[in-house]
């Protein structure tokens, strides 16, 4: 049978049509830009290298955290004890302008009960609070304290300085006045060193707290008894 040539076709012949021509690499390269062999050699060396630091910082602490118990089997450090044995208050008065006028002064002990532990005092640093607010501060002298002794504090706050309270700290402060029993808070920032026979340690920073009632001295009458306090000893700070 004859085929009737189509017009649109304009009587050209089209055979079948032409595969897309493949491209070819050579063996050993790949797109993108990789370094094959190169790479993974990179890959394992980073990772050898981090395992290796690894080790190396857990060996130390390891190493580190056996000589602490060994330290602490020989020597058995006991915490140091502050004591407020004595305070005296003359003057404690806020005025209308939010300024507190006080005289305030302490004698402290501080005991270190240790037998084979001096211990250096580099700073100490008194703070006197009330209701959470300084109104206070004394740097007194550093000192060593050696074994099993006992040692005495005595800072002393006297001045004026700004106290602004709030209004349920303010109504506890003028019922206290009408009482004459003062809810004061006496803080110690320490920097310390202890010394095991020829070593020293680095140092630390242990806050001493002290939470005082002291009654008011005017002129020679007391408002009451103070009582000799115990003071909390804080490793955290």
């Not at 000589?67 to 006991?78: A, G, Q």
């Not at 004026?160 to 402060?173: R, W, Y």
Request: proline content about 5%; overall charge positive.
């Amino acid at each position: 049978m004859k085929e009737t040539p189509q017009p649109h076709l304009n009587g050209a012949f089209y055979g079948p049509s032409i595969p897309p021509e493949k491209s070819y690499h050579r063996p050993g390269r790949r797109g993108g830009g990789g370094c094959g062999f190169f790479n993974c050699c990179c890959g394992c060396l980073c990772s050898c290298l981090f395992n290796l630091i690894f080790q190396i910082l857990f060996t130390i602490l390891l190493i580190a955290g056996i000589i602490l118990f060994i330290f602490w089997l020989i020597f058995r450090p006991n915490p140091v004890k502050f004591h407020v044995t004595e305070a005296s208050l003359t003057q404690f008065d806020l005025s209308p302008n939010n300024t507190l006028y006080y005289n305030l002064a302490l004698n402290m002990t501080v005991r270190n009960p240790n037998k084979r532990i001096g211990i250096y005092y580099d700073q100490i640093e008194v703070r006197g609070l009330y209701e959470d607010q300084r109104f206070a501060v004394t740097n007194l002298t550093r000192f060593y304290q050696g074994h099993k002794k006992t040692d005495y504090l005595s800072p002393v706050f006297k001045g004026q300085n700004l106290l602004v309270l709030e209004k349920k700290d303010l109504s506890k402060f003028n019922s206290e006045k009408d009482s004459g029993m003062y809810s004061i808070d006496v803080k110690l920032f320490l920097r310390v060193r202890f010394k095991l026979a020829l070593f020293k340690t680095m140092k630390f920073k242990p806050k001493i707290e002290c939470n005082l009632k002291v009654p008011l001295d005017t002129k020679g009458k007391v408002s009451g008894n103070f009582t000799a306090t115990k003071c909390d000893f804080d490793w955290r700070h």
